[in-house]
């Protein structure tokens, strides 16, 4: 695993720490019915970051999901089945989870697809420039600055 990799992790897991205690609410009672979360795995490969975020119940039109200024937005409503007497255990409500992009990820290529409560998104990498080898010549190829000044290197 690639220490950009690594460090997306980790702002990942900090992210979802963050906003697990942000959502907590000591007044809630037991009656009051669970937030919901959406549950997600991530992987790296040499071309791309694969997230796999679990949805279930969520209807697609009621699914979505953006990107502004390298951020990943993800919002998701699952609305409540009112019934007259019970309780709820069932995760109803909005879901909304941000995540920042590294540079690597191409954002204009970011694909998403959803079926079965399940968000799969591609996040491309952004092809690498490839590097040129410089030739280094000597005295017996006349070198572009002295072509360009018609110049030896050691008369300036």
Known sequence: MSNLTKNWN??????FFDDFFQNMDPFRGITSMPSFHGSYDLEETEKAFLMTMDLPGVEKENLHVDIENDVLRIKATRDVEQKEKGTYGRFYGEFKKSFTLPSTVDADAVDA????????????????????????????????????????????
Not at 10 to 15: C, E, K, M, V
Request: aromatic residues 6%.
């Open 10 to 15: 980790q702002s990942l897991r900090d992210t």
């Open 113 to 156: 697809h959803y079926e079965n409560g399940v968000l799969k998104i591609a996040l491309p990498k952004k092809q690498e420039l490839k590097g040129k080898k410089v030739e280094v010549k000597d005295k017996g190829n006349p070198s572009f600055w002295e072509r360009l000044t018609g110049s030896k290197e050691g008369n300036h």
